[in-house]
């Protein structure tokens, strides 16, 4: 179960960095700094994370 944890952490932070460089938020250099479409693939990797860690929490009060 931890590791789910660990697994929706890492991917949401990953998605809240790619949400700050789609919007120009964090400064940045390439393709990724200021295009919106980053933003959303952000969005939703957060939303993946979110959804890793609704499992974990789910399984781990069952248990």
Known sequence: MR???IIAA???A???VFI???TS???GSGGMYGDSRW????VALVA???AVAWTAFRN???A
Request: glycine fraction near 24%.
């Open 3 to 5: 590791t789910r944890w």
């Open 10 to 12: 890492l991917v949401a």
């Open 14 to 16: 990953v998605g809240l």
């Open 20 to 22: 700050g460089q789609g």
């Open 25 to 27: 938020f964090l400064p």
């Open 39 to 42: 933003a959303i693939v952000g």
């Open 48 to 50: 993946i994370g979110a």
């Open 60 to 62: 781990g009060r069952r």
